[in-house]
């Protein structure tokens, strides 16, 4: 049995566009790079300016560079929003990936690699020609060679930046960001790099718990770019109408679905490595469970929920969803309803 906050583990099941706001709103809290912000300043000197700041790392700042590509090619505003963006204290940032390790001024990448996969398969991905600029913002041209010139600068970067997990998601970033503004070629590079680290995960035991989660996320990430699938958080049948719609999953090809299996399998067996109890193996599990049912493939979903099963010590369809613990805590993997008694008045 785990108990977890209701709050944290629904984030991903959120829809497309609330990610993004919330994501967004977070890199305007995150603390940015000191730069001497002018009138006279151009685009192309606030990049190089955050790629020359030497008081913090190589990673570092091709975060705040992937960043930056980030807000000019999904956002509006213009040289003065990027000025007063980059305006604040310099430090370095606290990048993590799990959960537990969140504290103030952190911001989570994993939230990041999933926000962006949630976004490459839509149309909002993609450029459009007709935004009505805003008076003094970028053009849709000038946003794209921004966004090309931070991302180029950031790879720069991360290729002096020692071997992390942290490096893995930024290189998946990186390579949907290049996609963003049409450079196929880069971007394809970047996912190589994925690749090779991940091949040399799986041949290799002796890696730490950290980047097997990293390279499962972003093995994830690569499966939803292909198809993109909605996993429910809560049961769909305990949900009132408006909350079981789930976005329609696009009609998609065998050699598609073979891709993207291929790709979630592996993130699976990297994350059988753990203990049977540990959290991120079962929601694995779980989660490819559902796919398969959300894929409409009840053969595979069958055959997925034995191993599952078989994990959680329990042959139960509940144990697939969560149970209210109240004041807003969930607990998970238990087939005896709780009884909840009395209430705080947080949930």
């Not at 975060?63 to 956002?75: D, I, N, P, Q, S």
């Not at 998601?169 to 970047?190: H, W």
Request: aromatic letters at 8%; a neutral charge.
């Amino acid at each position: 049995m785990l108990v977890t906050t209701k709050k944290a583990d629904s984030k991903s099941n959120r829809s497309m566009a609330t990610l993004a706001v919330l994501f967004v709103a977070s890199l305007v809290s995150a603390p940015s790079p000191a730069l001497a912000a002018s009138s006279t300043d151009k685009p192309d000197a606030v990049i190089q300016r955050i790629s020359q700041q030497q008081d913090i790392s190589p990673q570092g700042r091709a975060y705040y560079l992937l960043e930056l590509a980030y807000r000019v090619t999904f956002g509006s505003g213009g040289l003065t929003d990027l000025q007063n963006l980059y305006g604040r204290a310099f430090v370095e940032p606290k990048l993590v990936l799990s959960k537990s390790e969140r504290g103030a001024n952190a911001t989570g990448l994993s939230t990041w690699v999933k926000d962006i996969s949630d976004q490459f398969g839509s149309e909002r991905y993609q450029f459009s020609e007709r935004i009505k600029a805003e008076p003094g913002s970028f053009s849709v041209e000038e946003r794209k060679a921004l966004g090309l010139k931070a991302t180029e600068d950031a790879v720069a970067l991360l290729s002096e930046a020692p071997e992390n997990p942290k490096k893995i998601a930024l290189m998946y970033i990186a390579a949907r960001m290049f996609q963003r503004v049409g450079n196929v070629a880069s971007a394809q590079k970047c996912l190589q790099y994925v690749e090779k680290v991940t091949k040399a995960c799986e041949t290799n035991q002796a890696h730490s718990e950290e980047e097997v989660e990293a390279i499962a996320l972003v093995l994830n990430a690569m499966a939803n770019d292909i198809i993109q699938v909605v996993i429910p958080f809560y049961n769909p049948a305990d949900m009132d109408e408006w909350a079981q719609a789930q976005p329609h999953v696009k009609p998609f090809s065998a050699e598609e679905f073979e891709k993207a299996q291929n790709l979630k399998l592996r993130a699976v067996a990297l994350l059988d490595r753990f203990p049977s109890d540990n959290q991120d193996r079962r929601m694995a599990h779980r989660n490819l469970v559902l796919w398969y049912t959300r894929l409409d493939k009840p053969s595979l979903a069958d055959k997925a929920k034995l191993v599952f099963f078989e994990l959680v010590g329990a042959e139960d369809d509940s144990l697939l969803y969560p149970q209210s613990a109240g004041c807003g805590h969930l607990v998970w993997w238990q087939v005896k309803k709780l009884t909840l008694r009395g209430a705080c008045g947080m949930g």
